[in-house]
């Protein structure tokens, strides 16, 4: 008699507290994706509706991305965002392996000062270099190239690369590597036949999340590049110019330049979260 | 075909130092094991011979050749990791085969080395599958597999039946002993596991805080520790230890009062000693017998029976003592109980935990692994300490 009742309690306090939390999640899962879906909605407006009151009750037009289409290049745009995005993503992999690589199997005194050091640079907000980078760039003439974004870009992003790669490579085993020593691997021949298979799943993860930020960036992009090397970023604002603002032709650019990466990010968020909580969950 | 010398050998971590001054020799096939408490020094002394840990100082030397600055694959060596170290993304098969993919080797010639290994193992059917899919004693023997398939002239071993279940690890010691004798090569094989120790060695070398303690027979250690450290490492259950009386000592024995007033001559080298000195006796647990008029005595705190045996934990003047009688004793729980031993079988150890030497050495104490093989009971010319 007794028994069912003692358990009957915690078991009803414990499905409310999860109803609670869904509740929550589900809040704050609308939140941050709110501009997103009003964006997207926006983005199928007439200009007038989209500063009308704001209203999900409209009727849906194409009316801005035809406009959009019409006044420039999408796909001109769009390659420079792929070319800048992946380019800077394979040239930081490409130092960062080898960084987080001496540091995870070889550290010194020193190791730890200097991942902080490098994290240290992301606190420093970018307009404080702008100035002495657009000489440099202006006078070495990488500014409006590709080049030259994918340059910032991986600087931009090395210090979150090598840091990720590090707490990877920190997870591989020592033994496996020191099994393929014994078996006569060079230094080269163990990273490339055991840690990087090993850790793919990380790697992968952090090239995606470069390949994100390096996307989404706006304010060197803006600055650095005018017509040639423009990504996306530099679409989007094109339409807050001269002419005025019109929301409902921004929001299609908008949704247009996420569209790629989200649909991209959505493929592959297995991968990402699995990569994000490598380790933790060993 | 392959000796080792370690002359020397220091280890120093920053300012703590590991290892502290060992000089070793190990012969041509032979078989050696690293005995020692966790921390003693013993993994870190095999991965320096391994070239993954680089020596301070002193010298190390494979068929007479200083191998302190050659690449651990090019010394000749091959590795059993305890964590066996597969890797995880290969076939059993590329994992055996990953050496001499390394070196070029063709693709028939890696099969069919790889195929060879694999018949001594038993492991023919396996070799398409991921480690993963193995058990434990399947990856155990994967690891050696990759380690024959190098011909190595020297086998390490790093505590590689740690991490496999008792009953796993009795086989595995048996097949490591076959292999042994089938491969004939040296082998030296890290444990802190004193019967893996006494089961598979020639030549176990005692380690404790960076220092050789002993070296010598397994059947050399046990009759004839050189220190209290030794005797009470090597054998199981542990040795007992008492404090004891001089009454009088010579080259001829040293005479002891016992606790409980009991008189005793033990045949060990007492010169030097003064009488009224007071000494550690120590007893192997098997050596204490059941006896009624014995000159010990004491109550029984634990009875531990395990059928063929009985372990009997006896409080003597506050000290326990262990005492391995018969199986069927019918003693019970807080009984008083009387027991003695035969002198020759006890040991002194003076202040310092030096033994005192015996008289009379062992007539097993220079038996090998290999004299069992042929002919258990011939003993040999030297006699330990």
Redesign the interface.
Request: with cysteine; charged share 20%; net charge neutral.
């Given at each position: 008699m007794s028994t069912p009742n003692s358990y009957a309690a915690p078991g009803g306090s414990g499905r409310f507290k999860r109803l609670l939390l869904a509740l929550l999640a589900w809040a704050v899962a609308l939140v941050i994706f709110f501009p997103i879906l009003w964006m997207v909605l926006t983005g199928f407006k007439t200009e007038t509706a989209a500063i009308a009151d704001p209203s999900f009750i409209f009727s849906p037009t194409l009316e801005s991305y035809q406009a959009v289409q019409a006044r420039s290049g999408y796909a001109r745009f769009a390659l420079n965002s792929v070319a800048v995005a992946f380019g800077s993503t394979a040239l930081a992999l490409l130092i960062a392996i080898p960084s987080a690589y001496a540091m995870a199997f070889l550290p010194t005194r020193r190791t730890k000062g200097t991942l902080l050091w490098m994290l240290s640079t992301k606190m420093l907000p970018p307009v404080g270099v702008l100035v002495p980078i657009y000489l440099i760039f202006r006078d070495v003439g990488l500014l409006d190239t590709r080049t030259g974004l994918i340059l910032v870009y991986t600087l931009m992003n090395l210090p979150i690369v090598v840091w990720m790669l590090y707490t990877f490579f920190k997870d591989m085993p020592r033994d496996i590597l020191e099994a393929g020593r014994m078996d006569g691997a060079s230094t080269l021949q163990e990273v490339v036949y055991l840690l990087l298979p090993l850790t793919l799943p990380g790697i992968a993860s952090t090239g995606l999340l470069s390949v994100i930020l390096s996307w989404n960036e706006a304010f060197w992009s803006l600055n650095l590049t005018s017509s040639k090397a423009a990504p996306l970023t530099a679409y989007i604002a094109s339409f807050s110019s001269p002419e005025g603002l019109f929301w409902a032709k921004l929001s299609a650019a908008s949704t247009m330049a996420i569209a790629p990466i989200l649909i991209l990010g959505w493929m592959t968020q297995k991968q990402m979260v699995r990569g994000l909580t490598f380790g933790a969950v060993k | 075909m392959a000796t080792l010398a370690l002359n020397n050998i220091v280890k120093r971590f920053g300012d703590t130092e590991v290892i502290k001054g060992v000089n070793l020799n190990v012969e041509d096939r032979e078989f050696v094991v690293f005995v020692g408490p966790s921390g003693c020094g013993k993994s870190t002394l095999m991965r320096m011979i391994?070239g993954?840990e680089s020596a301070t100082s002193g010298d190390i030397l494979i068929d007479g050749e200083r191998m302190n600055d050659v690449?651990?694959?090019?010394r000749g060596?091959?590795?059993v990791?305890?964590?066996y170290?597969?890797?995880?993304?290969m076939s059993v098969e590329d994992n055996m085969g990953?050496?001499m993919r390394?070196?070029g080797v063709p693709k028939a010639q890696r099969r069919a080395r790889v195929l060879e290994a694999a018949k001594i193992l038993q492991l023919e059917p396996l070799l398409d599958r991921k480690p993963r899919a193995l058990s434990g004693g399947q990856r155990q023997r994967v690891a050696i597999g990759?380690a024959i398939v190098?011909n190595p002239s020297i086998f390490l071993f790093d505590e590689p039946l740690s991490n496999l279940d008792a009953a796993l690890r009795v086989q595995m010691r048996i097949e490591l002993a076959r292999l042994h004798e089938e491969l004939d090569a040296t082998m030296i094989y890290v444990t802190h596991d004193q019967i893996e120790a006494m089961t598979m060695a020639d030549k176990i070398v005692v380690l404790h805080d960076g220092v050789v303690e002993q070296v010598g027979s397994p059947m050399s250690l046990y009759h004839h520790p050189r220190n209290r450290f030794v005797a009470g490492f090597i054998g199981s259950p542990k040795m007992n230890f008492f404090a004891v009386t001089v009454v009088s000592a010579g080259a001829d024995g040293v005479e002891v009062t016992l606790p409980g007033g009991a008189a005793c001559h033990v045949p060990v080298n007492g010169e030097g000693v003064a009488p009224g000195a007071t000494l550690e006796l120590g007893v192997r647990p098997e050596h204490l017998s059941i006896e009624e008029a014995g000159t010990l005595g004491g109550r029984i705190q634990v009875l531990e029976r395990l059928g063929g045996q009985t372990s009997l934990y006896v409080e003597m003047e506050s000290q326990l003592l262990t005492i391995m009688a018969d199986g069927d004793v019918a003693y019970r729980v807080h009984d008083s109980v009387r027991f003695g031993f035969d002198a020759s079988r006890a040991h002194l150890f003076d202040q310092t935990g030096l033994a005192l030497e015996s008289l009379k050495a062992h007539p097993l104490a220079a038996l090998t692994r290999q004299d069992n093989r042929a002919e258990a009971g011939t003993q040999s010319e030297e006699a330990a300490p």
């Amino acid at each position: 008699m007794s028994t069912p009742n003692s358990y009957a309690a915690p078991g009803g306090s414990g499905r409310f507290k999860r109803l609670l939390l869904a509740l929550l999640a589900w809040a704050v899962a609308l939140v941050i994706f709110f501009p997103i879906l009003w964006m997207v909605l926006t983005g199928f407006k007439t200009e007038t509706a989209a500063i009308a009151d704001p209203s999900f009750i409209f009727s849906p037009t194409l009316e801005s991305y035809q406009a959009v289409q019409a006044r420039s290049g999408y796909a001109r745009f769009a390659l420079n965002s792929v070319a800048v995005a992946f380019g800077s993503t394979a040239l930081a992999l490409l130092i960062a392996i080898p960084s987080a690589y001496a540091m995870a199997f070889l550290p010194t005194r020193r190791t730890k000062g200097t991942l902080l050091w490098m994290l240290s640079t992301k606190m420093l907000p970018p307009v404080g270099v702008l100035v002495p980078i657009y000489l440099i760039f202006r006078d070495v003439g990488l500014l409006d190239t590709r080049t030259g974004l994918i340059l910032v870009y991986t600087l931009m992003n090395l210090p979150i690369v090598v840091w990720m790669l590090y707490t990877f490579f920190k997870d591989m085993p020592r033994d496996i590597l020191e099994a393929g020593r014994m078996d006569g691997a060079s230094t080269l021949q163990e990273v490339v036949y055991l840690l990087l298979p090993l850790t793919l799943p990380g790697i992968a993860s952090t090239g995606l999340l470069s390949v994100i930020l390096s996307w989404n960036e706006a304010f060197w992009s803006l600055n650095l590049t005018s017509s040639k090397a423009a990504p996306l970023t530099a679409y989007i604002a094109s339409f807050s110019s001269p002419e005025g603002l019109f929301w409902a032709k921004l929001s299609a650019a908008s949704t247009m330049a996420i569209a790629p990466i989200l649909i991209l990010g959505w493929m592959t968020q297995k991968q990402m979260v699995r990569g994000l909580t490598f380790g933790a969950v060993k | 075909m392959a000796t080792l010398a370690l002359n020397n050998i220091v280890k120093r971590f920053g300012d703590t130092e590991v290892i502290k001054g060992v000089n070793l020799n190990v012969e041509d096939r032979e078989f050696v094991v690293f005995v020692g408490p966790s921390g003693c020094g013993k993994s870190t002394l095999m991965r320096m011979i391994a070239g993954l840990e680089s020596a301070t100082s002193g010298d190390i030397l494979i068929d007479g050749e200083r191998m302190n600055d050659v690449g651990p694959a090019d010394r000749g060596l091959a590795m059993v990791f305890q964590s066996y170290a597969l890797y995880p993304h290969m076939s059993v098969e590329d994992n055996m085969g990953f050496s001499m993919r390394l070196a070029g080797v063709p693709k028939a010639q890696r099969r069919a080395r790889v195929l060879e290994a694999a018949k001594i193992l038993q492991l023919e059917p396996l070799l398409d599958r991921k480690p993963r899919a193995l058990s434990g004693g399947q990856r155990q023997r994967v690891a050696i597999g990759r380690a024959i398939v190098r011909n190595p002239s020297i086998f390490l071993f790093d505590e590689p039946l740690s991490n496999l279940d008792a009953a796993l690890r009795v086989q595995m010691r048996i097949e490591l002993a076959r292999l042994h004798e089938e491969l004939d090569a040296t082998m030296i094989y890290v444990t802190h596991d004193q019967i893996e120790a006494m089961t598979m060695a020639d030549k176990i070398v005692v380690l404790h805080d960076g220092v050789v303690e002993q070296v010598g027979s397994p059947m050399s250690l046990y009759h004839h520790p050189r220190n209290r450290f030794v005797a009470g490492f090597i054998g199981s259950p542990k040795m007992n230890f008492f404090a004891v009386t001089v009454v009088s000592a010579g080259a001829d024995g040293v005479e002891v009062t016992l606790p409980g007033g009991a008189a005793c001559h033990v045949p060990v080298n007492g010169e030097g000693v003064a009488p009224g000195a007071t000494l550690e006796l120590g007893v192997r647990p098997e050596h204490l017998s059941i006896e009624e008029a014995g000159t010990l005595g004491g109550r029984i705190q634990v009875l531990e029976r395990l059928g063929g045996q009985t372990s009997l934990y006896v409080e003597m003047e506050s000290q326990l003592l262990t005492i391995m009688a018969d199986g069927d004793v019918a003693y019970r729980v807080h009984d008083s109980v009387r027991f003695g031993f035969d002198a020759s079988r006890a040991h002194l150890f003076d202040q310092t935990g030096l033994a005192l030497e015996s008289l009379k050495a062992h007539p097993l104490a220079a038996l090998t692994r290999q004299d069992n093989r042929a002919e258990a009971g011939t003993q040999s010319e030297e006699a330990a300490p």
